[in-house]
Antibody, heavy 121, light 107 residues
Framework: QVQLVQSGAEVKKPGASVKVSCKAS????????ISWVRQAPGQGLEWMGW????????NYAQKLQGRVTMTTDTSTTTAYMELRSLRSDDTAVYYC??????????????WGQGTLVTVSS | DIQMTQSPSSLSASVGDRVTITCRAS??????LNWYQQKPGKAPKLLIY???SLQSGVPSRFSGSGSGTDFTLTISSLQPEDFATYYC?????????FGQGTKLEIK
């Protein structure tokens, strides 16, 4: 069965960086992309960007351009999301999700369990 | 970016009720609209893709409709496990966007 297992919670100081991992299993990793979505406490879902596990192409949300980098390691079927220059409003649960095109619609059909990143001095 | 607007933002209903949530896109997205359910402390779960197709394993009391800019999610007879927050998401542009969510609460 498809599973996405994320790394554990992190506490970071403002200005630091965080790198969250997402280990995929149960499907052919290179056949799908991975999107990252975050959710601030009590708030809605915010799409952060996407990476192709086939060729490493990326598409980042404009507001995060320059601060976020998404990568994959096909040898370990793991995706990574690094966010730099952390601010207090980056405090959120970060999710990875498998991105599929189903009947033409870009769909997030499987999700990781989420990783809480807390930014606090 | 395509803006997605859901209504209502919150909704109180009783077990057995029929409930409808709407989602409007700022431009036409054809049928490239998905619905997710999220329970507290859990990851979102895909319910409906491509506006009206039920994801495998999702109960048939959930249904979706619409195309262009206006979409609806209907729960035909609310069950206790359906009280959650629901999000729409456009899958038309590669930069995905979500609605702000609709919190469905027990009356």
């Amino acid at each position: 069965q498809v599973q996405l297992v994320q790394s554990g919670a992190e506490v970071k100081k403002p200005g630091a960086s965080v790198k969250v991992s997402c280990k995929a299993s149960g499907y052919t990793f290179s056949s799908y992309g991975i999107s990252w979505v975050r959710q601030a406490p009590g708030q809605g879902l915010e799409w952060m960007g996407w990476i192709s596990a086939y060729n490493g192409d990326t598409n980042y949300a404009q507001k995060l351009q320059g601060r976020v980098t998404m990568t994959t390691d096909t040898s370990t079927t793991t995706a990574y999301m690094e966010l730099r220059s952390l601010r207090s409003d980056d405090t959120a649960v970060y999710y990875c999700a498998r991105e599929s095109r189903i009947v033409g619609a870009t769909t997030l059909d499987y999700w990781g369990q989420g990783t809480l990143v807390t930014v606090s001095s | 970016d395509i803006q997605m607007t859901q209504s209502p933002s919150s909704l109180s209903a009783s077990v057995g009720d029929r409930v409808t949530i709407t989602c409007r896109a700022s431009q036409s997205i054809s049928s490239y609209l998905n619905w997710y359910q999220q329970k507290p402390g859990k990851a979102p779960k895909l319910l409906i893709y491509a506006a009206s197709s039920l994801q495998s394993g999702v109960p048939s009391r959930f249904s979706g409709s619409g195309s262009g800019t206006d979409f609806t999610l209907t729960i035909s007879s609310l069950q206790p496990e359906d009280f959650a927050t629901y999000y729409c998401q456009q899958g038309y542009r590669t930069s995905l966007t979500f609605g702000q969510g609709t919190k469905l609460e027990i009356k």
